[in-house]
Each structure stands twice: as structure tokens, then as C-alpha cells.
């Protein structure tokens, strides 16, 4: 093999730090950096993705429930309905005769209206009345019910259902954790 003459490119500076076909070594923790890089780019299109949704489905009410969760509030797949047929309960109109603690209220929006069932609520509590939860309902109903869980309810509902101008009320089982659960429909007018 032939022997060349020493040039200017036979000697390289030590500093350089070059390995091989002139590239450095990686610095310890590189690849950790490009995971916390690509995580965060994940939990922000996530967190846009929920937001998105959240909006597209009028499921935020920004509102703070008195008491329970809204889990309790919404409404199951199979209801039993039962229309009453006694006339002779009077309506409760006096809301200091109701205990929150044994009577929970329960309002839900069942339009695409947002807010609707906080403005019934605060409309509600002006009166006396303490609402418990509220919330979206699972589907939307073209007609405002009150429907309650017990018969000795009765009253408390035609009270709360003569309070926001509901004519129909209902016993139903549908709604468990609620004593009265008002529907709230496209003919409700706040």
C-alpha cells in the first residue's frame, strides 16, 4: 500500500469531540427529552379533544350543584311511568314545610338550551325552594314533567311544578337519589 505525505487534514483537533464519520456521542437523557416532548403533545390534544367535545355536546353547565352529584340525577334506560290519578292532593305551596334532607330536588335540561335548568333552579330557590342537583338530562323531551318518587311527594311536586308553570306530573321510579325530579322540555319558557 502506497505511503501519502502528511497534510493539514491528517491532524484534527482533539476538542472536537468527533467519533466515527464525524458525529459527537449523545448526551445522557436525550431520548427522555423527546418522550416529555411527545407526552405533552398528547395531553394537549386530548385536553382540545375533551374541551371540543364538552362544547359540541352543551355537556359543561357552569354552575355549583348544592349538594349531591349529577351522577345520581341522570335518568336510567328503562323508565316506568306511572300518570297519577288522585285530584284530591293540593298543592305544597309553602316550601319552608318541605325538609331538604328527606325531599331532594332534582332539575334537568332536557333541551338543547344551555343553562336552562340553572335559571328553573335559581328561579326555584328565590322561592324557598332548595334544589339538590342539576344537570343535563340523558335525552331531549318536548314536554316539562315533575315527576316524583313517593306519594307522600305528591304535594311538594304539584307545588314545584304550579311554581314554574308545569302542568304535567307524574309518579315515576325512573329517577333514583331524587324525591322530585323536574324534566325541564322544549315548552318550558324561563
Do not use: C
Given at each position: 500500500?502506497?505511503?501519502?505525505?502528511?497534510?493539514?487534514?491528517?491532524?484534527?483537533?482533539?476538542?472536537?469531540?468527533?467519533?466515527?464519520?464525524?458525529?459527537?456521542?449523545?448526551?445522557?437523557?436525550?431520548?427522555?427529552?423527546?418522550?416529555?416532548?411527545?407526552?405533552?403533545?398528547?395531553?394537549?390534544?386530548v385536553g382540545a379533544g375533551v374541551v371540543y367535545?364538552?362544547?359540541?355536546?352543551?355537556?359543561?353547565?357552569?354552575?355549583?350543584?348544592?349538594?349531591?352529584?349529577?351522577?345520581?340525577?341522570?335518568?336510567?334506560?328503562?323508565?316506568?311511568?306511572?300518570?297519577?290519578?288522585?285530584?284530591?292532593?293540593?298543592?305544597?305551596?309553602?316550601?319552608?314545610?318541605?325538609?331538604?334532607?328527606?325531599?331532594?330536588?332534582?332539575?334537568?335540561?332536557?333541551?338543547?338550551?344551555?343553562?336552562?335548568?340553572?335559571?328553573?333552579?335559581?328561579?326555584?330557590?328565590?322561592?324557598?325552594?332548595?334544589?339538590?342537583?342539576?344537570?343535563?338530562?340523558?335525552?331531549?323531551?318536548?314536554?316539562?314533567?315533575?315527576?316524583?318518587?313517593?306519594?307522600?311527594?305528591?304535594?311538594?311536586?304539584?307545588?314545584?311544578?304550579?311554581?314554574?308553570?308545569?302542568?304535567?306530573?307524574?309518579?315515576?321510579?325512573?329517577?333514583?337519589?331524587?324525591?322530585?325530579?323536574?324534566?325541564?322540555?322544549?315548552?318550558?319558557?324561563?
Open positions: 500500500m502506497p505511503k501519502f505525505d502528511r497534510d493539514r487534514f491528517d491532524d484534527v483537533p482533539a476538542d472536537l469531540d468527533r467519533v466515527g464519520a464525524h458525529r459527537a456521542e449523545k448526551r445522557p437523557g436525550s431520548g427522555w427529552i423527546a418522550f416529555a416532548w411527545a407526552a405533552l403533545a398528547v395531553g394537549v390534544l367535545l364538552g362544547v359540541a355536546n352543551n355537556s359543561f353547565q357552569f354552575v355549583n350543584p348544592s349538594s349531591s352529584s349529577t351522577a345520581e340525577a341522570q335518568a336510567p334506560e328503562t323508565e316506568t311511568v306511572t300518570p297519577t290519578a288522585s285530584p284530591t292532593v293540593a298543592p305544597l305551596t309553602d316550601p319552608s314545610q318541605v325538609d331538604p334532607s328527606v325531599t331532594t330536588i332534582t332539575v334537568l335540561n332536557g333541551t338543547a338550551t344551555a343553562g336552562l335548568a340553572g335559571s328553573a333552579s335559581e328561579r326555584l330557590e328565590t322561592a324557598g325552594w332548595v334544589v339538590g342537583t342539576q344537570g343535563n338530562a340523558s335525552e331531549r323531551v318536548a314536554t316539562s314533567t315533575v315527576y316524583y318518587s313517593a306519594t307522600d311527594d305528591e304535594a311538594a311536586a304539584l307545588g314545584l311544578a304550579q311554581q314554574l308553570g308545569i302542568t304535567d306530573v307524574e309518579a315515576s321510579d325512573a329517577f333514583p337519589g331524587a324525591a322530585v325530579t323536574i324534566v325541564l322540555g322544549a315548552d318550558y319558557s324561563a
